[in-house]
């Protein structure tokens, strides 16, 4: 009889872990979600401004003696230019999310030119000029650009530009007096010169998105201007020499930018998570 109870109980107790194990239903595992940047691309435009530091490298001058018909060279001794500022203007297009590319116009506000040099004059045989011009320019240049990636909402690039500069000097007034001041020559003025000149540039900085389609622009830009002409001759009658043409050796110009960009269409960037499969609900079976 003892034997029967307890056979009763053991079957019992296994019927009823069989029923439970029934009942309990798979574990659902959810498949970690694909997250795809869509791709930026499409045309913008910019509009930027600079505070320009000017370096000049240096310019020169010729002398032509009328008696002798011998031309010096002359060096300016000292040559400096004034900082000035720029504002500019462009069209580009994002071909994706690292490369793009954009064709601008700047403009350089009004700098001034002090230079000096030594010599004779007609005061006395040792003499320093005075020499003051000013000169305006606009640089067309095209660019390109690599985007280093986009670390929340800011995008840093580099990037380097060739084109051309329009340099326009408007004269040179130049005033020579006697080193011992004893007096002046009086002032005489070489009319000025204008020129294109080959260009390039370099550029870095970091992109701020301020909306979906608007960023704003931070960065430094080197530009370089080759030498031209700058000023026309000039006659002097009292030293019986023919002064001029003066040609300037280039700039190297050193800028801080600041400006926005404007991307047409939708440059917003979506998160896309694909469908994921889930297993069907099982009904409980009971054996």
Known sequence: MKKFIWSAIT?????????AADLIQPEVVQAPAEVQVASVSGWYLRGDASYSIMKMRGAHYFITQDVTGTVDNGT?????????????AGVGYQFNNYIRSDVTLDYTFRTTFNGSTQGGCGVSTACTSRDIAHMTMFSLLANAYVDLGTYGSVTPYVGAGLGATH????????????????????????????????????????SIDVTCNLKA??????????SGPMFGS???????ANVGPGFDKGFDIHEVRSGIRYQFGDSCQTAYLPP????????????
């Open 11 to 19: 079957a019992a107790m296994l019927g009823a872990s069989a029923q």
């Open 76 to 88: 300016f001794d000292s040559t400096k230019l004034d900082n000035t500022a720029s504002i500019g």
């Open 167 to 206: 340099v326009s000097w408007d004269g040179d007034n130049n005033t020579s007096c006697a080193n011992d001041g004893s007096g002046c020559d009086p002032t005489f003025q070489h009319e000025g010169r204008e020129s294109w000149r080959f260009t390039y540039a370099l550029m870095a900085g970091a």
């Open 217 to 226: 622009d931070v960065g430094y830009r080197y530009r370089h201007v080759n």
């Open 234 to 240: 000039i006659y002097f009658s009292g030293s019986q």
């Open 276 to 287: 994921v499969d889930l297993p069907q609900a099982q009904t409980p079976v009971f054996k």
